[in-house]
Nanobody, 127 residues
């Protein structure tokens, strides 16, 4: 069972940038499709971005498209989320998630598609 640990969150001014990292414990990480989700206080967890196991296919929520970039380094068992032009509404806890289940390509945006989750890292964007 893969364990995921996020890092890189923090406080940043609007317009700034951050890069989140998610390190996996399992050598089979390269076979997992990965996603980033976020949850703000009082709101439901929402999809942010996803990347296929080989890194060719990437998907983004409309709210972050053009500002966020998901990538992975399978040699380092790590997935990244580069966030630029940050807005106060991006403030949330950010969670990485791993999926080794079928039908991911059509369901990458569903949190239920991901059996494995990290503990999250907080991102706060000040105005």
């Amino acid at each position: 069972q893969v364990q995921l640990v996020e890092s890189g969150g923090g406080l940043v001014q609007a317009g700034g940038s951050l890069r989140l990292s998610c390190a996996a414990s399992d050598r089979t990480f390269s076979s997992y499709n990965m996603g980033w989700f976020r949850q703000a206080p009082g709101k439901e967890r929402e999809f942010v971005a996803a990347i296929s196991w080989v890194g060719i296919n990437t998907y983004y929520a409309d709210s972050v498209k053009g500002r966020f970039t998901i990538s992975r380094d399978n040699a380092k068992n790590t997935v990244y989320l580069r966030m630029t032009s940050l807005k106060p509404e991006d403030t949330a806890g950010y969670y990485c998630a791993g999926s080794n289940t079928g039908y991911w390509s059509g369901n990458y945006f569903r949190s239920a598609q991901y059996p494995y989750w990290g503990q999250g890292t907080q991102v706060t964007v000040s105005s």
